[in-house]
């Protein structure tokens, strides 16, 4: 694991306290190597902004707080300004994880740094494309990402059509000739809950991807916090 020191985690949070609560806690509860935890809130009004600062006056994270209108694009924007702009990473792996996943399991760190081996990223399938990564959890070399030029996390209009996050940085990598491996198993390393940064945009009985309501989803979380392992991950005090 020593090659795992120069470590950095970085999630965005938009109203999703509760989320982002179990996000942090399971990351402190199930990661054994050293690291460098970055959260940026994009202008959260649901209470996140005041424990996540808490957290940052205990040294347990970096806060970063944006101002911006709610949009699909700050997301991705938010893991650019880190990334590209904020100076707090200079080197290493990186891994980025929505505030909307957990870790599951102790050594999830070093069997994604395994499966990736020396490609440059490991992490989600991406739900679409199975040949891109998702950075619901994206392990990746840092100096490889600068060397194919800086490409952008976040939602981008290209040639008239609307990439989602993570497309545009996988597509960069692919067209340099770095490979992206999807792990294995990684819903049981790093569970996720896909829609929860963006269900948050839904009324009534609208359907988020023509697929659940915000009622369905609000079942579902009910069940997701009841899973014995997410409870005892909550219960954790920090």
Request: net charge positive.
């Amino acid at each position: 694991m020593s090659r795992m020191a120069n470590f950095a985690i970085i999630t965005v949070n938009y109203n999703t306290k509760e989320f982002v609560t179990l996000c942090i806690k399971s990351i402190y509860t199930n990661t054994e190597a050293p690291f460098k935890f970055i959260v940026v809130d994009n202008g959260s009004l649901d209470g996140s902004v005041k424990y996540l600062t808490e957290l940052m006056h205990r040294g347990k994270i970096i806060l970063i707080s944006r101002r911006v209108r709610p949009s699909a694009f700050e997301h991705g924007k938010a893991i650019d300004h880190v990334l590209y702009n904020s100076g707090l990473i200079k080197t290493g792996l990186v891994c980025t994880i929505d505030s909307d996943a957990y870790v599951a399991k102790k050594g999830w760190l070093t069997e994604l740094n395994k499966q990736r081996g020396n490609n440059f990223a490991a992490g989600y399938e991406h739900f679409r494309n199975a040949h891109y990564l998702h950075p619901a959890c994206m392990l990746f070399d840092y100096q490889t990402i600068l060397k194919i030029g800086r490409p952008s996390f976040a939602l981008t209009n290209k040639g008239g059509k609307f990439l989602d996050t993570g497309v545009v940085v996988s597509q960069t990598a692919l067209e340099n000739k770095c490979k992206l491996i999807g792990v294995r198993g990684i819903e049981k390393l790093v569970p996720h809950r896909w829609c929860a940064t963006r269900i948050l945009k839904l009324r009534g009985d609208d359907k988020l991807d023509g697929r659940i309501t915000k009622g369905e989803f609000d079942a579902e979380t009910r069940r997701w916090f009841s899973r014995p392992d997410v409870a005892k991950i909550m219960s954790i005090k920090l």
